[in-house]
């Protein structure tokens, strides 16, 4: 199965597309932004959004968040949720179903978890 993925932000659409596309990230074409949902994170909103767009039931979703709000969301649409400990401590993190120190960290996992089917 082709590695499909989607990112849900609280930007809006262009500085989103600036910003991922200087990461060196590759950037997903299913993009869920600020303009795209009513509610903001911690609402779920974003996560069902963004899993019907990749035309996948939210509860095979993995999310990798970095803040508490984030967290939340994931959780609350029924999605497995990474957190990366870089911009809030692992206890702010709470209920996510791993916390890592790094998004390097996070993404090895991602990949443990995805066989591999998701290399770069």
């Known amino acids: 199965m082709p590695c499909r ?11 989103t ?8 990230l590759i950037v997903p074409e299913v993009r869920v932004c600020a303009e795209d949902v009513s509610e903001g994170k911690p ?3 974003g996560c069902p959004t963004a899993a019907a767009r990749l035309g996948v039931d939210p509860r095979r979703c ?3 968040e970095d803040a508490p709000a984030g967290v939340a969301a994931g959780l ?10 870089s911009t809030h ?3 702010e993190l709470r209920g ?4 890592f120190g790094s998004l390097r ?8 978890a995805m066989g591999g089917a998701c290399a770069r």
């Open 5 to 15: 993925r989607a990112v849900v932000t609280s930007s809006r659409a262009e500085p």
């Open 89 to 91: 401590r692992p206890d």
């Open 96 to 99: 996510a179903h791993g916390c």
């Open 17 to 24: 597309a600036a910003r991922l596309a200087r990461t060196g």
């Open 43 to 45: 609402s779920p909103e």
């Open 105 to 112: 960290e996070a993404a090895e996992a991602v990949l443990r």
């Open 76 to 85: 609350a649409a029924g999605c497995t949720v990474y957190a990366v400990a």
């Open 62 to 64: 993995l999310v990798v």
